[in-house]
């Protein structure tokens, strides 16, 4: 079983904040369905927006990563 970084990354959207995917996607100012693309891995996800993800996710760029399973 190989695991995707961006699939990883897209699972991280907080349901348990309230948040629906269409808010969360726009908190992070993308297409709900852009996020939808990087939840089932099939975008690579760039820095910035990962740091839009952290900061929607209010936290350390560097938390989002540390997060992620090991590859």
């Known amino acids: 079983y190989e695991t995707n970084i961006n699939e990883s990354i897209g699972q991280l959207y907080p349901e348990g904040r309230g948040y ?9 100012h993308i297409s709900r369905a852009y ?3 990087i939840e089932r891995g099939e975008y690579n996800v760039t820095i910035k927006l990962c740091l839009q993800i952290a900061n929607a996710l209010e936290i350390r760029l560097y938390d ?7 590859y």
């Open 64 to 70: 989002l990563f540390r997060d992620l399973p090991e």
């Open 35 to 37: 996020y939808g693309r």
């Open 20 to 28: 629906t995917q269409e808010e969360f996607a726009e908190i992070c």
